[in-house]
């Protein structure tokens, strides 16, 4: 259907939080030529997840799988923001007015564009009420 | 049913009763020899002669590891050194190790120990045995050699180390039965699986030098495609093969014409009845070398009231832990294998774990380093927290302490191929 063509892989890492772990990942991003769109780092007592969306989900996903990483795919969608005061809030408000809670979030802003990543509860709605709201949503073949 | 020596094995309680009674006393005849049980025993005002049953043993004195540490090196051996034919040692976790020594007797009747309970498990000369145990100072590598040669087995002594060529041999010489400890039997199934060699031969796994848990007991089977079969025995009792587990996997057969048994608790020595938890005191009844009286074991067990449809003699149950493992957290007795026992249980934690006891602003706190199951990453953190939690709440039920587990990515953790040592106490000795 339609709105699966806006659901983005994001590469999620299992990481103790022990000096070079983040090197490491991004070494063979390196070394495997993977560029790196965005990324956070969530933490809890000594050990975190890394989040990352890169040009190349499957090769990233399979080098740091061979790696010995504990390493597994998220659904996230991108939503385009406006680069301006009050960017964030429409979305979050959207989102709020439909009861779609936002299990975490991270935003890059790039030359172009503010892009805001997210992890919702309800998918599918989010994606709904966002296209309605007269957003725009990146897809994931924009990240090549 | 198989049996080694049949009359021996199966020999009913007022005989058994004689046999120990002679034995005892020729025993305590032969400890005389040693300056330190003259003394004890004068001390006590009691000789060989005064024994008329087994529950005399009561008036004997203990003896301790320390004891036998401070006999360093010989002070323990009632032969001269001319008739003993070998000599291994236990490597202590402090200061010297503990000697032991065997005259051509004692070896005789330890061979003939394992010959026994390999028969009991149904091995026999049909049988290609891959001994992966140090065949160093450590007397599992020698001890079940002899033994299972004795029995008729094919040995091959591979002793430790290159897991690889150790799984080769396995899957070249069709090797139908391992001993190993059970820690490096799941790493030798892992590295297996890696390298998908199929171990299909495979059909015993004797499994012994650290105590293992009913979980483990599935993993193993599962992994190695094996019935699984617990060992017991220690340098000081010959080695290996002073008690096993026979095919109905309920318990352990502790050879009683060769080992007196009792039960204590380990706080005030008082002895106990059967059912109840306490510490193994072994008086050996057939060594030559090296008589011990009272042997203070450190391992926790107790006598099993039930008989055994095998037809041999009272069993032990199954060792949960190590007196001196114990640890004291926060004024509570905690074992190891109770750790174990609850990671284990629970899915979303690999075979893997480690357990650190530090002492901080003079309150004790226990991280418990653990390796989550590789499918059971969601990619969500939120999800991780849920196991950590998880884990923390089954322990605190089991140990009535409050831990700090720490997840760790899978394989991060060592892996043993010698006795597994999780536990590190990291607290000052007082
Ligand atoms: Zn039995």
Known sequence: MEKESYLIKQVSLFS???????????????DEGINIKAFSIAEADGFGVIRVLVDKTREAYDKLAELGFNVAYTDVIAVIMRDEPGGLYEIAQTLANASINIEYSYAYSGKDKAVLILRVDHVEEAIEHILNAGFNLVRQQEFL | MRYWDKA???????????LQVKRLQETIKRACHVPFYQHRLQEAGISADDITKTSDIKNLPFTKKQDLREGYPFGFFAVPLKEIVRIHTTSGTTGKPTVVGYTKGDLDNWSDLIARNLTMIGLSDDDIFQNMVNYGMFTGGLGFHYGAEKAGLTTIPSATGNTKRQIEMIHDFCVTAIHCTPSYALHLAEVAEELQIPLDSLKTGIFGAEPWSDQMRTELEEKLRVTAFDSYGMSELYGPGVAF???????????????????????????????????????????????????RTGDITMLLDDVCPCGRGRKIARFTGRSDDMLVI????????????????????????????????????????????????????????TIRERIQRALRDVLELRTNVRLVEPGSLPRFEGKAKRVIDRREKM
Not at chain 2, 263 to 274: K, Q, R
Not at chain 2, 331 to 346: D, M
């Open chain 2, 245 to 295: 587990e026979c095919p109905e996997h309920n318990g352990l057969h502790i050879w009683h014409d060769s080992f007196l048994v009792e039960i204590i608790d380990p706080a005030t020595g008082e002895p106990l009845g059967p059912n109840e938890r306490g510490e193994l005191v072994i008086t050996p009844l057939t060594k030559e070398a090296m008589p011990l009286l009272r042997y």
């Open chain 2, 8 to 18: 021996i094995e199966t020999i009913q309680p007022e005989e058994l009763e004689k």
């Open chain 2, 330 to 385: 926060r004024g509570i007795n905690v074992f190891p294998s109770q750790i174990e026992h609850v990671l284990l249980s629970i899915p979303e934690v690999a075979g893997s774990y480690m357990v650190y006891v530090d002492r901080v602003n003079h309150m004790d706190e226990m991280i418990i380093e653990v390796e989550i199951n590789r499918q059971f990453f969601s990619g969500e953190l939120a999800d991780l927290k």
């Open chain 1, 16 to 30: 103790e939080n022990k000096p070079g772990r983040l090197a490491t990942m991004a070494k063979a991003f390196l």
